[in-house]
Nanobody, 121 residues
Framework: QVQLVESGGGLVQTGSSLRLSCAASGRTSSNYGMGWFRQPPGGEREFVAAITWAGIIYYADSVKGRFTISRTSAENTVYLQMNSLTPQDTAVYYC???????????????WGPGTQVTVSS
């Protein structure tokens, strides 16, 4: 079992930045890929960014150039730096561990409880 806990969410204004963190514990392994997903109000959970165990990175088109995913193996932590936030980025953000080569919910085995990000206009 892998436990994931997100932190760093909050209420910010348009154009602001936030950094989300995801701490992994339990049966952690460097072979897990890590991903970030988000679920906007009334919407479905969607892919945001992922980093594979080999360090290959993927982004959704909607966040490319604004968001940066990174990972520190020593700390078992993955980060999501979010810049130039807009109200369309408002969502619950989830960290997940699994097959980061695939950008779908079903590819991930473990999920955190989520952290709320709200961007006001």
């Amino acid at each position: 079992q892998v436990q994931l806990v997100e932190s760093g969410g909050g209420l910010v204004q348009t154009g602001s930045s936030l950094r989300l963190s995801c701490a992994a514990s339990g049966r952690t392994s460097s072979n897990y890929g890590m991903g970030w997903f988000r679920q906007p109000p009334g919407g479905e959970r969607e892919f945001v960014a992922a980093i594979t165990w080999a360090g290959i990175i993927y982004y959704a088109d909607s966040v490319k150039g604004r968001f940066t995913i990174s990972r520190t193996s020593a700390e078992n932590t993955v980060y999501l730096q979010m810049n130039s936030l807009t109200p369309q980025d408002t969502a619950v953000y989830y960290c997940a561990a699994g097959n980061a080569y695939r950008k779908v919910v079903d590819a991930y085995d473990y999920w955190g409880p989520g952290t709320q990000v709200t961007v006001s206009s």
